[in-house]
């Protein structure tokens, strides 16, 4: 690993904890991604997260508030880290190969399917209060069904 990897992969421990902390797995590997999506039932919620400012003023305070006020508590809380765990992210973003990647972003599964996305032009620009409404909308209609 050079010198910027380490410096990264120091930069970006507060911001993987954030999720972490909160009940999120993070899934480092296309296998655990894989194994994750083969073992899964139910509703997962997938935080794809990043370094930049929209996924730490918006999107991970955004998806945090939501679990923390919705009755629709997903079955399963995952998280890739764009730009850091590329080959996870990838093989994660392959189970929705018909959505251009997009990071931040927050998919919603049911039962191993992409069931709703919320893609980082639904983030960026936007406040917590309007993205936590959106995703506590997703997450009872995704239960709901």
Known sequence: MNAYDEYMKGIVVPMRQELTTNGFKELTTAEEVNEHMVEAQ?????????????A?????????EALETTAAKPDHLVT????QDKEATAQMRSYFEDIPPSSPSIAVLKDGQLAYF??????????VEHIRD??????????AQ
């Open 42 to 54: 139910g509703t997962s919620l997938v935080v794809i997260n990043s370094v930049c400012g929209c």
């Open 56 to 64: 730490a003023g918006l999107a991970r305070p955004a998806v945090i």
């Open 80 to 83: 890739v880290f764009a730009g």
């Open 118 to 127: 919320i893609p980082r032009e639904q983030i960026e620009d936007h406040d």
């Open 134 to 143: 959106h995703l506590t909308q997703v997450l009872e209609q995704v239960s």
